[in-house]
């Protein structure tokens, strides 16, 4: 089973500045690598996949990046609809697991 | 415009029953991979089950294996989930997922969540 850690739990930003978030992962995934956001009462919704491809419709200031065990979302400037909650995701084997998430909450 | 409608979700004992259902549109469902994942109260994301595209290989996480059975009917677009023996652990919103390939690939799309409570 390949455990996800991420990294901070939380992290506390200012609208405007940069974020960045860390997923490492306990065995290699290749680039089966995903991150998804959730807003509070919400769905989670897919921003990143591949590691580095952002989803349809996702803005510019999401990138992803990394490889093998150690993954990185940076958000260039946080808008304050990017407050929210981010997991990672292996998808290279089963079980499919989810890193424990980091909250990104305002400065 | 890609739909999941989960539904079938609500207040069951524990040792009992209950079977979500999904209902999919805007795309065709024959040709992708779908899965059911949860989140219990303040928690994370857990994935429960995964069923490919036609419904031959089917995968479970160790926590429902032998309790959960997925199911899918391609003929009317809807995903099942048949939840048997439920424990108070169980209790989580339910999401039915679109996976992006026919076997496997990360969570395209994900419906709204369907809530289970497992409490006497």
């Known amino acids: 089973e390949i455990v996800m850690t991420q990294s901070p739990a939380t992290l506390s930003v200012s609208p405007g500045e940069r974020a960045t978030l860390s997923c490492r992962a306990s065995l290699g995934v290749s680039g089966y690598l995903a991150w998804y956001q959730q807003k509070p009462g919400q769905a989670p919704r897919l921003l990143i996949y591949g590691a580095s491809t952002r989803a349809t419709g996702i803005p510019a200031r999401f990138s992803g990046s990394g490889s093998g065990t150690e993954f990185t979302l940076t958000i260039s400037s946080l808008q304050s609809e990017d407050f929210a909650v981010y997991y990672c995701?292996?998808?290279?084997?089963?079980?499919?697991?989810f890193g424990g998430g980091t909250k990104v909450e305002i400065k | 415009e890609v739909r999941l409608v989960e539904f079938g979700g609500g207040l069951v004992q524990p040792g009992g029953s209950l079977r979500l259902s999904c209902a999919a549109s805007g795309f065709t469902f024959s040709d992708y991979a779908m899965s059911w994942v949860r989140q219990a109260p303040g928690k994370g994301l857990e994935w429960v089950s995964t069923a490919t595209a036609n419904g031959d290989i089917t995968t479970f996480a160790d926590a429902v294996k032998g309790r959960f059975t997925i199911s899918r009917d391609n003929s009317v677009n809807t995903l099942y989930l048949q939840m048997t023996s439920l424990r108070t652990e169980d209790t989580a919103v339910y999401y039915c997922?679109?996976?992006?390939?026919?076997?496997?690939?990360?969570?395209?799309?994900w419906g709204q969540g369907t809530l289970v409570t497992v409490s006497s």
């Open positions: 995701q292996q998808y290279n084997r089963w079980p499919l697991n």
């Open positions: 997922a679109k996976r992006s390939t026919a076997v496997n690939g990360h969570f395209e799309y």
